[in-house]
């Protein structure tokens, strides 16, 4: 069980906008501008797409793009494309000891 | 680009001391904050620990101080050894290196070497 939480799956058609969630609590989310936002492909190492909750690295398509209100942080994909179809995994800055807390993953499927 | 890879046995027998490398490759170690994450089968990710290349390591108090980060600058490695393994510690073992001046914002990571504890 992880510690923020994110839909299993989402879906959307190609030419599509999505969003996917990412629920903490006041010890992470709510008090922390310090949301990440990964890519994984099935085998492959992680990819950062989001810092901070709104900034992209260099190299990262301006179709990503990050908010957050409260306690919930948000990932939006706009125009999917088929190579979209990843994993996607949230994470954020804690108070507790445990430094950092991820999403358990959403998984995207471009119809 | 900057490039990790885990190297390190797949199989540990339980009681035993997991030791997994970390090797930096295409930048220099020098400077940042280098990470070790699992995530064991059908969970979500966990943060073991970290170490600055000078040293100062930290890790989750939740795995009860079996924990040792080390690094090697003149190699361009880090180390995870984890001591007194169970089932429980069966994981995708990543390492990753947390971006310069961001907490908790990891720009590069390994593809993750698979750590079975079984007898």
């Known amino acids: 069980q992880s510690a923020l939480t994110q839909p299993a799956s989402v879906s959307g058609s190609p030419g599509q906008s999505i969003t996917i969630s990412c629920t903490g609590t006041n010890s992470d989310i709510g008090i922390y501008n310090y949301v990440s936002w990964y890519q994984q492909y099935p085998g492959k190492a992680p990819k950062l797409m989001i810092y901070?909750?709104?900034n992209r690295p260099s190299g990262v398509s301006n179709r990503f793009s990050g908010s957050k209100s409260g306690n919930t942080a948000s990932l939006t994909i706009s125009g999917l494309q088929a190579d979209d179809e990843a994993d996607y995994f949230c994470s954020s800055y804690t108070t507790t000891s445990t430094y950092v807390v991820f999403g358990g993953g959403t998984k995207l499927t471009v119809l | 680009q900057v490039q990790l890879q885990e190297s390190g046995p797949g199989l540990v027998k339980p009681s035993e001391t997991l030791s997994l490398t970390c090797t930096v490759s295409g930048g220099s170690i020098s400077g940042y904050y280098w990470i070790w994450i699992r995530q064991p089968p059908g969970k979500g990710l966990e943060w073991i620990g970290y170490i600055h290349h000078t040293g100062s390591p930290n890790s989750n108090p939740s795995l009860n101080n079996r924990v040792t980060i080390s690094v090697d600058a003149s190699r361009n490695q880090f180390f995870l050894n984890l001591s007194s393994v169970t089932a429980a510690d069966t994981a995708v073992y990543y390492c990753a290196r947390e971006k310069s001046g961001s907490s908790t914002v990891f720009d590069f990571w390994g593809q993750g070497s698979l750590v079975t504890v079984s007898s």
């Open positions: 901070d909750v709104t």
